[in-house]
């Protein structure tokens, strides 16, 4: 009876990949621990920990901590890092799977203007339309609005003949410019009042977490989340080109334009909550890509937890570089960003 060979190689391969996803696992746990802590009020890990443990079996650690500690905790800011967790993995898996799909590598939801699409549907119900369905009124009009600057950078693409990959990149900044224009529109023509809290959102923030309004960003990104862990193979394909797609049995136009809507759903719901945040697509599955490969069923989970662990960190230079006043995220993301941006740029120039 002959034994199975052993396939050192892989079995290697398989534990360093284990190891790298416990590590991340780590890092986020860690990452979401200095998040709860650090602010205005500093509040010590174990406390953290204590009623984190607390809530969930009551009377398991002894309350040495005020009433008022536990409120900034479990209903400031843990709600908080849970959103920052859940935005910074929905835009990076969006940024990851539109540059599969465009084989652009600039690619990303706040270039090709699905952000300004999102921001301008946000602004419409907040300053005008008003809640008229309750709480599902902003992300609704969100995504429909994202949707809307989809389609319209695919029309103007088609247009323009745009079908490089670099003139989709300006297809999307124009009609996102575009869209922000009439978004400021709407600014201009709203109540005052509500303007600045308008404005600042659109900067980019979480402050206004609730856990009454977390089922909603963690829905949609748990089930378009799984749609794309589920074509992972196809996107493998997509990056290739379309021609090998198609020979794969892929429709190649209708599954392009699917990951485009789920992309402006996943968008449109998190810009609705936490505004604008750029960059975060664009970096994230780059990083990702030289830690992992290529191989998108690696690629998309990988940037799900990236992109937490940055947006975590992200929140954390906003609270705390001129504490106790809050930056609104999006200014620290679009420094990085913009660094990483140009990093980008320099390393794929023709050698």
């Known amino acids: ?197 308008v404005v600042f959102w659109m900067l980019g923030g979480l402050g206004l977490a609730q856990w009454s309004q977390l089922a909603y960003p963690l829905v949609i990104l748990v089930l378009c989340g799984a749609w794309l862990m589920s074509r992972a193979s196809s996107l493998n394909a997509m990056t290739v080109g379309d021609e090998t797609a198609s020979t794969l049995g892929i429709a190649v136009a209708r599954f392009r334009l699917l990951v485009f809507v789920v992309g402006a759903l996943i968008t449109g719901v998190m810009v609705a909550f936490s505004g604008i945040i750029g960059f975060v697509g664009l970096m994230v599955p780059h990083v990702v890509r030289m830690l992992v490969g290529g191989d998108y069923l690696r690629v998309l989970p990988g940037s799900a937890l990236v992109g937490a662990i940055l947006l975590l960190w992200a929140d954390i230079a906003a609270r705390t570089v001129m504490a106790p006043e809050d930056i609104p995220i999006g200014i620290v993301t679009g420094l990085i960003g913009g660094v990483f941006f140009v990093w980008l740029l320099g390393r794929r120039r023709p050698q």
Do not use: C, Y
């Open 1 to 197: 009876m002959t034994e199975t060979p052993r396939l050192p190689g892989r079995t290697r391969h398989a534990g360093r990949r284990l190891a790298a996803l416990l590590g991340g696992f780590a890092v986020l746990a860690v990452s979401v621990s200095i998040a709860i802590s650090v602010g205005a009020v500093q509040v010590p890990l174990a406390t953290v920990w204590g009623v984190f443990l607390n809530k969930l079996v009551p009377g398991l650690v002894d309350a040495t901590w005020s009433q008022g500690r536990e409120a900034i905790v479990w209903d400031i800011r843990f709600p908080r890092a849970l959103l920052a967790m859940m935005v910074g993995a929905g835009l990076a898996m969006v940024g990851a799977s539109l540059q599969a799909v465009t084989r652009n590598p600039l690619a990303d939801p706040h270039l090709l203007g699905i952000s300004s699409g999102g921001a301008f549907g946000a602004i419409l119900a907040l300053l005008h339309t008003g809640l008229f369905i309750g709480l599902l009124t902003v992300p609704l009009l969100a995504f429909l609005g994202a949707l809307m600057a989809t389609l319209v950078v695919l029309g103007v693409a088609r247009f323009a003949e745009a079908s490089s990959a670099d003139r989709l990149v300006l297809a999307g900044v124009a009609v996102s410019f575009i869209i922000m224009s009439a978004a400021n529109v709407l600014i201009f023509l709203g109540d005052p009042r509500a303007t600045h809290t």
